[in-house]
């Protein structure tokens, strides 16, 4: 069974934080990279931040660099997003992503597994 259940989304003002975490099945996280994706109303999926199975590399778009932070739990299968400075261009749906092809940082079409999605929306 694989599931990849995402929480922590919510209403923030700009400036704000969130925490995003996203619970996974063994067989979704157990050596896997793993990602955190988003959407916003009409425009592309963005890999927002990825992070390797030891969880010793990371990786970050551009629009993430120093104000997001990506880790994770292996003990409790469970990857986290910590998003702090948040701007209205950061709403969206985020989404958590699994790689178990690959432990190491994986990229835009490594991912095999999804999660559902939760509601990130900055109000200026």
């Known amino acids: 069974q694989v599931e990849l259940v995402e929480s922590g989304g919510g209403l923030v003002q700009a400036g704000g934080s969130l925490r995003l975490s996203c619970a996974a099945s063994?067989?979704?996280?157990?050596?896997?990279?793993m990602g955190w994706f988003r959407q916003a109303p009409g425009k592309e999926r963005e890999l927002v931040a990825a992070?390797?199975?030891?969880?010793?590399?990371?990786d970050y778009a551009d629009s993430a660099k120093g104000r997001f932070t990506i880790s994770r739990d292996n003990a409790k299968d469970t990857v986290f997003l910590q998003m702090n400075s948040l701007q209205p261009e950061d709403t969206a749906v985020y989404y958590c992503?699994?790689?178990?092809?690959?432990?190491?940082?994986?990229?835009?079409?490594?991912?095999?597994?999804w999660g559902q999605g939760t509601q990130v929306t900055v109000s200026s």
């Open positions: 063994a067989r979704a996280f157990r050596y896997a990279g």
């Open positions: 992503a699994s790689s178990i092809r690959t432990g190491a940082i994986p990229k835009t079409m490594d991912f095999d597994y």
């Open positions: 992070i390797s199975w030891s969880g010793r590399s990371t």
